[in-house]
């Protein structure tokens, strides 16, 4: 039985930004190739800022809880300040996660991140080069 932090149950049993977003301007979407666990987040940006965000994660309750967190620390946030995100303030927001589980939380960041990239491609602006370093990864490997 894995113990998780009474956070990371709240958030697995009321996630919050569930769904499909019509009209995203981004969209990011990974896989755990370990697990076969997939997330889709989408990005509504408004002034460089993200305006709007909802996923739809088939996965664990770490995969839920966490991809329900990030939508919570990122909304509002400017495009460079929610690509200093870390699995790390993740895990940290959500009061720890077993370390069996910390792979989990890699999920969110990484679908975020391709979200962002996804917009920035769209609207031509420019891409940081390790943003596009881990999206070329990910088009490789599958995941970051
Ligand atoms: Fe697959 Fe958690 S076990 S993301």
């Keep these: 039985m ?3 932090s009474k956070k990371v149950l709240k958030h697995f049993r009321n996630p919050h930004n569930v769904g499909k977003m019509a009209k995203p301007d981004g969209v990011g979407e990974v896989g755990n190739m370990a697990c076969g666990d997939v997330m889709k987040l989408y990005i509504k940006v408004t002034d460089d800022r993200i305006a709007n965000i909802k996923f739809e994660t088939y996965g664990c309750a770490a995969a839920i809880a966490t991809s329900s967190v990030i939508t919570d620390l990122v909304k509002g946030k ?67």
């Design 2 to 4: 894995i113990n998780y």
């Design 78 to 144: 400017t495009i460079s300040e929610a690509l200093v995100m870390t699995n790390k303030d993740v895990v940290d927001s959500l009061e720890g996660l077993p370390p069996v589980k910390i792979h989990c939380s890699l999920l969110s960041v990484d679908a975020l991140r391709e979200a962002i990239h996804d917009y920035l491609i769209k609207n031509k602006r420019i891409v940081p080069e390790n943003l596009k370093r881990d999206h070329e990864r990910m088009m490789k490997t599958g995941r970051n």
